[in-house]
């Protein structure tokens, strides 16, 4: 169909320009995500992995999940039936959906539901649970399981009912255009666009023939949840590279993952096939009374806002994040996004940044290009604690291994037998 990658490439870089996801509603997982309808299965983040495999935080976080399922009724009921081989491990990526860090998700989860509009197609997240001890960090503690059952029981009915006053849902590309002026990149930064978010469904919530106790609680907990919007950003990440990827051909790449282990990829012309290296562990700043040697090695589908272009790539339209994140300040912003821009083909209109003279976001990271300059891309994330039940203990930087394209390029070029 394509004579070249390269026309293959800009087939796919217009596809993702023309991409309109919405975000159309919260459900439980097993409502929205079929493979968990029936039988003890969890999603998870990164390519495929066992549990014997797992670090410390995605371990915490299948604890988690086993005694919010009610699958065990104690910690180390759950670490046994772990053990078991019982549950079925699912990579998040493998059923259309995303999950932060350990990326943990069982079926009476709510997950938000976007669509997008141009192609069809959706992408689910579960959903940000806040700040301190939270489930996709490694704790479960019985903070976590209250807070989760919550999320369930109040917070996702109130969402739901709210958006459907919405015809046709949020559109979060126009509200992701304006946040990004306003200093989001959309991984370690969502201030301004879970602002604009709250404010959009706020007149909606208050309106819902419910308790003013539980409208209350939900408006508190998005007015102070400043990274609510990253599990729609990353929804949003996959519904358009999903969306991309459904022309299987050129070198654009398609999913960027961590599972603790390994990291992995996917490859616009190489289908669903992971490639994989082992991952590094972040550099950063931490909390107090924890350093580096606390951290755990890279993990979570966040890199799909990479994989899109914003997060780390788009650095410059967030300098207040390189001070968090332990990398500098504005020269190192700027720095940041520039060195970005010889791996990626492309900018999006849709994502201009001001203080980048207008230039949209990086978009279309191409796998040839990062193995012939030996840049890889860059991921802002949040550090986890190697340990099960402690969380989070700091946020930093980390890259993607080379070796991951240094494979997808062979592979590509003896799957179609052209000049790579």
Known sequence: MYSSISEANAAIIERIKAARPHWVGVRLAHQAIPALAEGKKLLHAGPPIIWQQMTGPMRGACLGACLFEGWAQNEQEAEVLLE???IDFIPCHHVSAVGPMGGITSAHM???EVENVVNANRACCNLNEGIGKVMRFGAYGPDVQQRLRWMRDTLTPVLQEALQKIEGGIDLTALMAQAITMGDE??????AASALLMRTLAPHIVKLDRPKSELGEVMQFLSVTDQFF???AMAYSKAVMDA???IKAGSIVTAMTRNGREFGIRVSGLGDRWFTAPVNTP???FFTGFSQDDANPDIGDS????TLGIGGAAMIAAPGVTRFVGTGGMDAALETSEEMTEIYLDH??????????FKGACLGLDIRRVVETGITPLINTGIAHCEAGVGQVGAGTVRAPLSCFEQALEALALAHHINA
């Open 244 to 246: 991309a990827a459904q």
């Open 348 to 357: 999006n209109p849709m994502l201009q940044i001001p203080i980048w003279n």
């Open 84 to 86: 078991s081989g019982e």
């Open 303 to 306: 890199a799909i806002t990479e």
């Open 230 to 232: 990253l599990n729609l």
């Open 110 to 112: 709510p997950v938000l």
């Open 186 to 191: 959309f991984h370690q930064r969502n201030i």
């Open 283 to 285: 550099q950063g700043l």
